[in-house]
């Protein structure tokens, strides 16, 4: 049985950097063969007479730099096994790329070389009107066609190019044509006119009301997928969650059992040993028994912690100076704690937080910074307000962390303490305490310079004063899934 996964995201649109530079290629290959048949059907079935070959010729351009192109994206994947990239990806839980061209080429090349391909098919589209009777061939409509694809296809301001082209393109043939009988109602004007004006005029309107419409409407939808990608995120986030504080709670509660067992045990036997004739070594294996015991006890409180076994959370309306002193209630080396309240101003800012677990995300940071600065280092805490956000800045004075602990920074079960110290959750429940109240964590650091960890939090919560105040009390069995009221509401639900 295979466990079920979320839906793979399907994109509402999809630039050239993603992938549908194939698709214009598909795209392309249609024109060639509508434009090859209308060619022979006009030729062959209403006899008339079109210069055959350059239109030949201008077809032929466009299927050859379509073949180029085919064959530049095959040779830039040589050497890379696009089945089996999409098997593995299947088989690790991923979502499988689709198109195999778009995986690993340069977004920046692509939108560049589709660009080029539909000025030069805005070229050849002039070049076979020119040819074909000039304005009054009723394929010129086939302009707003290549800049409504072009509009999804590439960025804005390329798309204006294209708009700008077939505008003085149009421009081109209202002055210059082959006449063509059947086809031309008149002939090319020398001078202008009221008539070559107006149409000049409803062309290039029409032109830039599609450009653009089509360029925000992609861009609408691509901003849309980007909130949707990163909702999807945020939700799997929750997920993994759930799991891990589950793991964590479930794992410290079945321990506790048979460890308060092995500790009465082991009291019970020093007790009766205590009047007997026993080697030195006995006593020193029951002092390691209890020490042993001892530590034990202290991880499964922190996982207990971790998973917010402890107490259920709620949102209070508190202030910054409130903060901080709920925050150093629980540090277990506070005379190592150097803190910068700020100003009144900062410290009198009022929040509406739930205290008790973003007290326990900034106290995470500040144990890790005691761990990391060792016996004697000290730790700082700033504060101060910038931009409608509280600004948190634990600053410790340890070694600094390599590029590679940076990036893993944050990952579930991932530590550098030494065993027995340290689970690697409590970074992981910290970042995603920050994230869910709209903040943000980073790092900065470097080997040698200590490390500063900056919390950013929003000052306005106004959708969850809300949720709140109409009387709602925001609690779980973990500090983070209070966090976000609609995501309290579905699991009440």
């Avoid at 990239?85 to 090349?109: C, Q, R, W």
């Avoid at 956000?389 to 920074?409: F, I, P």
Wanted: glycine share 8%.
């Amino acid at each position: 049985m295979h466990a079920a996964r979320d839906p793979i995201p399907i994109p509402l649109i999809a630039p050239a950097r993603r992938g549908s530079f194939t698709w214009l290629l598909h795209l392309r290959w249609m024109a060639v063969a509508g434009q090859l048949i209308t060619i022979l059907a006009a030729v062959f079935l209403a006899d008339v007479k079109l210069p055959f070959t350059p239109l030949l010729i201008l077809v032929g351009i466009t299927a050859v730099t379509n073949l180029m192109c085919v064959a530049w994206l095959y040779y830039t994947q040589a050497g890379r096994s696009t089945s089996g990239l999409v098997v593995e990806s299947m088989a690790s839980g991923e979502n499988p790329t689709t198109d195999p061209f778009a995986a690993e080429e340069d977004p920046t090349l692509l939108q560049s070389i589709a660009l080029a391909l539909m000025l030069l098919d805005l070229v050849t589209l002039t070049l076979l009107l020119y040819f074909s009777g000039g304005a009054d061939n009723p394929f010129s409509f086939f302009y707003f066609v290549n800049l409504a694809v072009g509009g999804v296809m590439i960025r804005p301001r390329p798309a204006w190019s294209m708009t700008a082209f077939a505008i003085i393109g149009y421009m081109i043939l209202l002055r210059f044509n082959v006449p063509v009988q059947g086809i031309t109602i008149r002939q090319p004007a020398t001078d202008f006119n009221l008539h070559t004006g107006g149409l000049l005029f409803a062309f290039s309107t029409c032109a830039t009301v599609v450009t653009y419409y089509v360029t925000r409407t992609a861009g609408e939808l691509q901003h849309r997928e980007r909130e949707l990608r990163r909702a999807q995120a945020a939700h799997a986030a929750s997920h993994r969650l759930e799991g891990l504080t589950t793991l964590a709670a479930g794992a410290a509660h079945e321990l506790a059992t048979p460890l308060s067992t092995i500790d009465v045990i082991v009291r019970e036997l020093s007790r009766h040993l205590e009047d007997c004739e026993k080697p030195q070594s006995v006593d020193t294996d029951l002092r390691l028994i209890d020490g042993q015991l001892e530590m034990c006890r202290q991880i499964l409180a922190r996982m207990r912690s971790a998973a917010g076994d402890a107490m259920a959370h709620r949102w209070d309306q508190t202030t910054v100076g409130d903060l901080i002193d709920a925050t150093l209630e629980g540090i277990r080396d506070p005379h190592r704690v150097d803190v910068d309240d700020g100003s009144d101003r900062v410290e009198n800012q009022e929040l509406w937080v739930p205290r008790e677990a973003v007290a326990q995300a900034i106290r995470n940071l500040i144990h890790n910074g005691l761990d990391a600065s060792g016996s004697e280092g000290r730790v700082r805490v700033e504060t101060s307000l910038d931009d409608q956000h509280l600004q948190l800045m634990v600053h410790d004075s340890g070694n600094g962390m390599t590029g590679d602990v940076l990036e893993r920074a944050g990952e579930p079960f991932f530590t550098t303490k030494e065993p027995g110290r340290g689970i690697g959750l409590g970074l992981f429940l910290t970042r995603n305490v920050i994230s869910q109240l709209g903040g943000d964590l980073k790092f900065e650091s470097s080997p040698g310079h200590g490390t500063r960890a900056i919390v950013r939090l929003p000052l306005q919560q106004d959708d969850i004063r809300l949720h709140s105040n109409s009387g709602t009390e925001l609690n779980s069995a973990n500090p983070l899934s209070g966090v976000d009221p609609k995501l309290a509401d579905s699991k009440s639900g």
